[in-house]
């Protein structure tokens, strides 16, 4: 799965937060409620627009972040 399916950022959504194409759900949100420990069952009952494709799209997002390089993000 790329995750650059899933992935957006746009300057006039959310403040141009990185977030879940068609949704206002941050992927700051998504990480923050994982590593938090909250499950991917209860992340997807607190976001319904959410798939288990976008979380997972999510993680690859962070992992790519991780490699500290520069990623484009394009709307």
């Known amino acids: 799965m790329n995750w650059k399916e ?11 937060q990185v977030c879940i194409k068609g949704t206002r759900v941050p992927v700051a949100v998504i990480l923050d409620n994982l590593s938090e420990g909250v499950t991917e069952a ?6 319904p627009t959410l798939t288990s494709e976008d979380i997972k799209a999510a993680l690859g ?3 790519e972040l991780s490699r500290e390089r520069i990623i484009s993000i394009s709307a």
């Open 42 to 47: 209860e992340v997807l009952r607190s976001y």
């Open 6 to 16: 899933r992935v957006f950022a746009d300057p006039l959504i959310c403040h141009g």
């Open 61 to 63: 997002y962070a992992a």
